[in-house]
């Protein structure tokens, strides 16, 4: 089976492109190294030579498109610019990639006649709801240009499946973490670069008071959706989108302690380190958790990493990698 994997060479998509070649696929990543990284994916270049084909390309544009995915039998589509930040700094080129290039994307996949198009979608979609769990069928007003791209991601998604019958699977993912996860750059995500601050001695800087609260989602997790939402043979399994989580809730400031206590087993000095509070930051929502009830039920989803499993685990990876 030959899987074509979108932003092949960023956090996830990378984990994906590994785990799909430890277990037997053949895999193509399509990147244009924006945000993704080569040294993600160089191993996988020598240890799977004949398994594993990198095509650089930009999924703006549709010869691009049509090259990676010739020969592909499923989409794992992972290619965007996430941040919301960055999307309230570049609405246009965060609308450009998301927007346009998921379009080009879902137009070489029908027209190569994938078996099935998975996506990468977003809780952003929630918006301004303040329901909590949050369920797939209840969606607020969008809070940033980001999250505006990730709905209109689903709904074209939605008009394609209907309008030439490909089948499209949406996973609305919930605060990835994990191994791989770049913790340097203006739009880094919190635990990475918490990490990084607590490696280095610094002070990790929460926005607000530090009890908003998010849905951290271990990147095993999201590997295993993926895979369950690649494999099902369920019917009414298709043509949905999913929350993508672990199905509980954890305040920055419980983050914090987490990781202090796990770094300090390899450097007792950071369970010393306290914590420093920002301003709030626009476009942001006090709290963030997923109902996984509909993924239990269709897809027969059972998360196997809670956050502290998690982070442990990353821990690890950052603490080899960061040194």
Known sequence: MNILVTGGAGFIGSNLCEYLLQNSYEVICLDNFSTGKISNILHLCNEYPHAFKLVVGDIRNLSDCRKAIEGADYVLHEAA?????????????????NSSGFL???VAARDAKVKRFIYAASSSTYGDSVILPKEEAVIGRPLSPYAVTKYVNELYADVFSKTYGIECIGLRYFNVFGEKQDPHGAYAAVIPIFIKQLINHESPVSNGDGEYSRDFTYI????????LALKTEHSDAVNRVYNTAFGDRTTLNQLVIYLKEYLSEYDPEIAHIHSIYGPHRTGDIPHSLASIDKAKTLLNY??????????????????????
């Open 104 to 106: 080009t994307m879902l």
């Open 81 to 97: 610019l996430g941040s919301v930040p960055r999307s309230i700094q570049d609405p246009i080129t965060t609308n450009e990639v």
């Open 220 to 227: 095993k997790n999201v590997i295993q959706m993926n895979m």
């Open 302 to 323: 059972n998360p196997q990493y809670t956050v502290r499993q998690g982070l442990k685990e990353s821990i690890k990876w950052y603490w080899d990698n960061l040194q």
